[in-house]
C-alpha cells in the first residue's frame, strides 16, 4: 500500500510540476515552492482518505471530488501567501493543475 501512496506523489509531482513549466512558472523559486506544497497537500490528501477508511467513510466519486477542491483552494492559498502576487493567477495554476492531476490519476486509480 505505501507504495501506490508513493506513485500518486511522484504522478502529482511530475504532473503538476510540468503543467506549472507549461504555464510559464519556470524559476526554480516557483517550481520547489509548487512541488513542497504538492508534497504537503498530496500526503495530507492521501492520508485524511486512508483515515476515512478506517472509519468506514467509503472514499466515492463525490468525497473525492470535494477533497480535490479543497486542495485547490489550500494550494491556492499557499501560493498567494508565500508570493504575494496577484491571487487571479495562482487560481489558475491550482486549477489547472489539480485538474490535470485529477483526470489522470482517474486514469491511473479508479480503471
Request: aromatic letters at 14%; proline letters at 2%; charged letters at 10%.
Amino acid at each position: 500500500m505505501p507504495g501506490r501512496y508513493l506513485l500518486a506523489l511522484l504522478l502529482t509531482l511530475i504532473i503538476e510540476g510540468g503543467v506549472a513549466y507549461l504555464l510559464g512558472f519556470r524559476k526554480s523559486q516557483y517550481m520547489l515552492t509548487i512541488a513542497l506544497i504538492n508534497v504537503i497537500t498530496n500526503l495530507t490528501l492521501n492520508y485524511l482518505i486512508l483515515i476515512l477508511g478506517f472509519l468506514n467513510v467509503d472514499a466515492s466519486f463525490a468525497l473525492i471530488v470535494v477533497l480535490e477542491i479543497l486542495m485547490v483552494i489550500v494550494e491556492w492559498q499557499m501560493l498567494v501567501y508565500v508570493f504575494r502576487n496577484p491571487k487571479g493567477r495562482f487560481l489558475i495554476i491550482s486549477i489547472l493543475t489539480n485538474a490535470m492531476s485529477f483526470f489522470i490519476g482517474l486514469l491511473f486509480f479508479w480503471t
